[in-house]
């Protein structure tokens, strides 16, 4: 890996095989560093950007007015301002003359016919051609703007799903061992969304990599907390001291490393209220969350996890609830309708509870916790013979964690009627 000063003194031949590979903070320097790492060809068959970069070009229209234009126009301009504020990617704003080396290209256009106007939107992956993602959104042709806040929003979340969920595929031919921080992180990222504790385990080596290569990193110290806390909490377990100790200090390093990230400080608000039992500074992080990005649906979880922990049963069901309206494609839905069923539950709405708890085992059928969260609420809402099935269920599944069902830290005679665990489980 060279510096971005030291590449532009090579000349072209030997400047080309370089791909940019991030910003590093390095020591006696005052100002990041651009790094650009090199790899021998022969184990690469396809050229790969090191730090996935979306190119969003302007938004078409039909037909083409003042409004329309202007309109689009608009569309473009927050698309890239929503997306810009994530870290881990580099967005481009571009025109349709302008030749990008960028790895995605985001296309949207607006058709209006008499009342009726859609958005029509797609990512395409410029390696190859592929179309990952597509999304149609329906308005009133009579309050575009309208329409456009609502699709701005709604694409920069999907966007940001879709990206941190599947990136890692670009990588596939690389090692773990080849990659840079970036990919590192980006590989990381895919790992969390299959969503198992192997998977996670998996993701804490190549993030324990990136942050020997890049330990200042904040989106890499938050993503390290994550692979470590989530399987902890889906067994049931404590952290020792040291590792205690050591997520707590890498939460703080990441929001001060990164603090206009919002995933840092969902993070550290999840480390806060989950692990170091600091409901006030979780509550504190959460406000940071939503001034920096008020639809962020992992401040939405949050924010109901840290209310349900404390009891607040009103508190959790409302964020909660916002984040599952928000979670239609995302595979963590299920983690946020198990605490959103529990808390339905307790606020005294046994049908919203009923119907919550039904969709998160539709999706997860083989997770023994939802089985046991369901019995009990149909118990409890004297359904008992579909609660004596939903426990036969539950009885036939093996007491394994499931990082979807986590520790959600309910008071021993709530946890102790449901049948959750009070011990340590396997991974």
């Excluded at 989106?219 to 050591?246: I, N």
């Excluded at 009103?314 to 595979?331: F, G, I």
Aim: charged fraction near 30%; aromatic fraction near 6%; glycine fraction near 4%.
């Amino acid at each position: 890996m060279i510096s971005e000063d030291l590449k532009r003194q090579l000349d072209e031949k030997l400047s080309v095989g370089f791909s940019d590979a991030g910003t590093f903070d390095l020591k006696n320097l005052a100002n990041p560093v651009n790094g650009f790492q090199w790899r021998p060809a022969m184990q690469r068959e396809i050229e790969h950007t090191d730090l996935p970069s979306i190119a969003v070009e302007p938004v078409t229209s039909a037909p083409e007015t003042r409004e329309t234009l202007e309109v689009c126009a608009d569309l473009q301009e927050q698309l890239v301002h929503s997306l810009s504020r994530r870290t881990g990617v580099r967005v481009i704003a571009t025109d349709l003359t302008f030749e990008t080396e960028a790895t995605y290209s985001l296309r949207c256009r607006l058709r209006c016919r008499e009342t009726e106007a859609r958005i029509s939107s797609s990512l395409t992956r410029l390696g190859d051609g592929q179309v990952i993602w597509s999304r149609l959104l329906n308005g009133d042709a009579e309050n575009l703007f309208e329409l456009t806040d609502r699709a701005a929003e709604q694409l920069s979340d999907e966007l940001r799903l879709q990206i941190n969920a599947f990136d890692g595929d670009r990588l596939s031919d690389i090692p773990d061992d080849q990659l840079s921080p970036s990919e590192l992180r980006s590989r990381a990222a895919m790992l969390f969304y299959r969503a198992t504790v192997e998977d996670y385990n998996h993701a804490s080596k190549l993030l324990e990599r990136a942050l020997r290569l890049d330990p200042e990193n904040g989106s890499g110290l938050a993503m390290w907390c994550e692979a470590k806390l989530y399987p902890l909490e889906a067994c049931y377990r404590e952290a020792g001291p040291d590792l205690r100790t050591r997520i707590i200090e890498s939460s703080n390093k990441a929001v001060q490393a990164a603090p206009r990230s919002d995933y840092c400080w969902y993070t550290r608000a999840q480390v806060r209220s989950r692990l170091a039992g600091d409901l006030h500074g979780a509550r504190k992080d959460i406000d940071r969350i939503f001034r920096l990005n008020p639809s962020y649906v992992l401040g939405m979880e949050a924010s109901g996890y840290t209310e349900l922990i404390a009891g607040n049963w009103e508190a959790a069901r409302k964020s909660l609830a916002k984040a599952v309206c928000r979670s239609t494609e995302d595979p963590f839905l299920p983690y946020r309708l198990y605490p959103l069923s529990i808390a339905h539950m307790m606020a005294g709405d046994k049908q919203l509870a009923i119907e919550a708890i039904s969709d998160a085992t539709e999706m997860r059928p083989y997770c023994r916790h939802f089985w046991l969260v369901k019995a009990w609420i149909l118990r409890e809402s004297g359904m008992h013979s579909k609660a004596e099935t939903a426990a036969e269920r539950a009885e036939a599944l093996s007491e394994k964690a499931d990082i979807l069902a986590q520790n959600l830290h309910l008071p021993d005679p709530i946890r102790e009627a449901i049948g959750l665990p009070g011990d340590p489980i396997q991974a």
